[in-house]
């Protein structure tokens, strides 16, 4: 494994003759420096630059000298957060410039062209180095703000003198290195309020996404799993993935950089009592919520079975309590993560909100809080996902950040049915955004697409969306004709694994259907629908229309031993029938997560589930593991 040479550079400060200041540029590349930190013990070789340190000429000498040191099998990070410019592009550069505009990041003292950056990234590539951008910027044009509150685009108009044309000869090669932008050229980039920090929206994203992954994840998959977290704030950006070929995007993430082996997490006796090496730096929630995180002992030893629950949950550690037993002071407990506490979506009421506001508060049990909701303020109490909720005239519109729909509008004359919704949509993007500690399960089974006419082929790969598309193809006299697919299930492992591959749509809804919970011997392939074709398709509800599309959500849920499905069921959102999503309701908690608390337990009856491969008999539900593909099914524009 080669060494990490990364360059960070954060502009928030910019001089009021260049362009505006920002807010979470500084935030952006200091958390990215403490991933690295995290990720490789401190091994990763890091130079910081930030605010007005960072010059055309510090950054092209920032990638010369410092990333221009990383030799072959060696990974070579530059991460820009900052403005974005855009200008029109004339003569030759529109034999370059498909979009008729140049881009170029914003530095402290002008711009630096895409064009430029691109050439001095690839003389690092050239030498033999892994060469990845990472840039949370604007490509576009448009307003610096768009009237959103909640939103602050990283764009600067280009200024007089600027030229942002040509000045660097391309070599006529294709891009040697790999680039993870925030948004497509034709859009804005986003800054907003998480959890009481400013960072870029898409920066948010990626490094939860890394945080979240597996050692083995690739940047593809990262891309895929930013792009759902992106998706959440709205439908302004797009993250980008560039070049989308096989090559450098399918790498593990830093070159799988990571402080050595991936292990158990362990139950010890510390100083404070109880404690569980997993923390709120590991995605846990803390504060008052924590108490619903637990811990179940794997293996076959001492306490197998047994539950600790958490207490309090520090940023490297959980405090617990055993549940029901009396562990051995002088012994060490492997545990696996088998109840997950998350943070409640938060929601922001513009409007008369005075009834929402009391329907959030009496939702939950015993007439008390809505378990994951929290109603907010101010922009820096916002977490992720975030509700705006716009009441006039009679209507509660829901809303993301960037004020795209979650939904259509609903009648504020039922406050409750409201309450409904909300709670829906964050127990729906909560199970989209599951994720499990790095795991010893991670990529052991893997996911394979292939269209139905071509099942011995290669499976499909992702865009440079982090997306597999399939389109509808010219019918014969009855429209155009869905595409169908085969996927597959593969145990690369030398065990039997459990495993549930879950379909989330867009219309918010969850089922296992496509493969319903099953062991898959080593070796062996599993079959989504036993082998029946996998059709993809429009609801009747949308149009056959040019342009249309929708997108599903498969997520893979590995484990050691057989769990309960029923958390993992929803249905779609229907505005017209009333769900009793409430957490007090009888059975709904235990069932659903409705009170706040995902469980990963055994199911409670016989599962009848076909083998594919030899069963255990007995197994708990031990340690899991998570991975999601996103698919879009598309109408081509033209041509059918």
């Known amino acids: ?192 309020w998480f959890d009481g920090r400013a960072h870029g929206v898409f920066t948010h994203a990626l490094l939860a996404a890394a945080r979240a992954a597996g050692p083995d994840a690739t940047y593809r998959q990262l891309l895929a799993a930013a792009d759902a977290r992106v998706r959440r704030c709205g439908g302004r950006q797009q993250p980008v993935l560039f070049p989308d070929a096989p090559g450098v995007a399918d790498l593990p993430f830093l070159a799988g950089a990571v402080a050595g082996e991936v292990g158990e997490l362990l139950l010890r006796c510390g100083p404070h009592g109880w404690e569980v090496d997993c923390g709120s730096g590991h995605g846990l929630r803390d504060g008052a919520g924590a108490g619903g995180t637990e811990f179940t002992v794997v293996g076959e030893g001492p306490g197998a079975g047994a539950v600790v629950r958490a207490r309090v949950v520090r940023a490297d550690r959980s405090l617990v309590d055993p549940v029901g037993w009396v562990p051995g002071e002088e012994r060490v407990y492997p545990v696996a993560l088998t109840a997950l506490a998350a943070a409640p979506a938060t929601v922001s009421a513009e409007g008369p909100g005075g009834r929402l506001r009391e329907a959030i508060a009496s939702y939950g049990p ?54 409904d919704c909300l709670s829906h949509l964050a127990r729906w993007h909560r199970l989209r955004e599951l994720v499990s500690r790095p795991s010893v399960l991670d990529n052991q089974v893997s996911v394979e697409i292939v269209p139905w006419d071509a099942p011995d082929g290669p499976a499909l790969l992702p865009d440079g969306r982090g997306e597999i598309v399939r389109a509808y193809e010219p019918g014969d006299g009855d429209g155009p004709r869905e595409p169908w697919v085969s996927i597959r299930l593969h145990n690369r492992s030398t065990r039997p694994l459990w495993c549930v591959l879950l379909d989330l749509t867009d219309s918010y809804a969850c089922d296992p259907v496509l493969f319903p919970g099953h062991f898959i011997g080593p070796g062996r392939t599993g079959y989504a629908l036993d082998g029946d074709p996998v059709r993809l398709f429009l609801p009747a509800t949308r149009p056959l229309v040019p342009g249309a599309e929708v997108r599903d959500w498969l997520k ?57 491969g030899r069963v255990p008999q007995g197994a708990g539900p031990g340690r899991w593991a998570t991975r999601t593909i996103a698919l879009r099914t598309v109408v081509p524009p033209a041509g059918y």
């Not at 004339?90 to 914003?106: C, F, K, P, W, Y």
């Not at 033999?128 to 600067?156: I, K, W």
């Not at 992720?384 to 519109?397: I, Y």
């Not at 409430?582 to 016989?606: H, I, N």
Request: hydrophobic share 40%; net charge negative.
């Open 366 to 419: 015993a007439g008390g809080p809505a378990p994951l909701l929290r109603v907010v303020e101010e922009p820096e109490e916002q977490g992720d996902p975030h509700f705006r909720v716009l009441l006039a005239e009679g209507t509660a519109r829901v809303l993301g950040r960037d004020g795209t729909d979650f939904v259509p509008p609903l009648p504020y004359s039922d406050a409750g049915r409201v309450v």
């Open 1 to 192: 494994m080669g060494s990490i040479h990364a360059f960070l550079a954060g502009v928030n400060d910019y001089p009021p003759s260049v362009a505006g200041p920002l807010s979470g540029c500084v935030n952006d590349v200091s958390e990215a420096g403490r991933l690295l930190t995290e990720r490789t013990g401190g091994a990763a070789q890091v130079r910081t630059v930030l605010d007005r340190e960072v010059t055309v000429s510090a950054v092209e000498d920032g990638i010369r000298s410092f990333l221009g040191s990383a030799g072959s099998g060696d990974t070579a990070l530059f991460w820009f957060s900052g403005h974005g410019t855009e200008q029109a592009a004339t003569g030759a550069d529109l034999l370059i410039e498909a979009t008729g505009r140049n881009q170029a990041l914003v530095c402290a003292d002008g711009p630096l062209s895409d064009k430029r950056l691109g050439a001095l990234l690839d003389e690092v590539a050239a030498r033999g180095a892994n060469v990845v951008a990472v840039l949370d910027c604007c490509y576009s044009g448009g307003a610096s703000r768009d009237g959103d509150p909640n939103l602050t685009a990283r764009f600067a108009p280009p200024r007089p003198g600027w030229r942002l044309g040509r000045d660097a000869v391309p070599s006529g090669r294709p891009a040697r290195h790999l680039l993870l932008a925030a948004s497509r050229l034709d859009q804005l980039s986003y800054e907003g």
């Open 556 to 612: 893979l849920i590995v484990a050691e031993g057989e769990l309960n499905t029923v958390p993992f069921r929803m249905r779609a959102w229907d505005p017209t029938a009333r769900a009793d999503n409430r957490a007090g309701a009888a059975g709904v908690a235990e069932t659903t997560g409705a009170d706040g608390v995902l469980r990963f337990g055994a199911p409670g009856f016989p599962s009848g589930a076909r083998e594919a």
